[in-house]
């Protein structure tokens, strides 16, 4: 059974860096597209960043681009997400997702309806 679990999370202050993990168990990941999403209180969940199982596609949404940077380690089964000059809008809780593309999958999507998996969400808060 696949499992994600997301770590990393935590209180920066503003224009602080963090980088959050999100931790594949139960299969390969390099079968699968993973996605980063987040959800601030009051909010609806939105797609960040996504990267295919190939690593040849990425994809930000307009408001990370510039800031985050998605990256995946397959021999570590993890995929991360660095947060550079963090803005207390970024304050939510981040959701790692797997999407089966299997081996060499040369898309993503940052839409949620294309994932299956979910792991339980890590808190990032920016504040002073």
């Known amino acids: 059974q696949l499992q994600l679990v997301e770590s990393g999370g935590g209180l920066v202050q503003p224009g602080g860096s963090l980088r959050v993990s999100c931790a594949v168990s139960g299969f390969t990941v390099d079968y699968y597209a993973i996605g980063w999403f987040r959800q601030a209180p009051g909010k609806e969940r939105e797609g960040v960043s996504c990267i295919s199982s190939s690593g040849g596609s990425i994809k930000y949404a307009d408001s990370v681009r510039g800031r985050f940077t998605i990256s995946r380690d397959n021999a570590k089964n993890t995929v991360y997400l660095q947060m550079n000059s963090l803005k207390p809008e970024d304050t939510a809780v981040y959701y790692c997702?797997?999407?089966?593309?299997?081996?060499?999958?040369?898309?993503?999507?940052?839409?949620?309806?294309?994932?299956?998996?979910w792991g339980q969400g890590t808190q990032v808060t920016v504040s002073s």
């Open positions: 997702a797997a999407d089966y593309t299997g081996l060499s999958g040369s898309h993503c999507s940052t839409g949620e309806y294309r994932y299956d998996t």
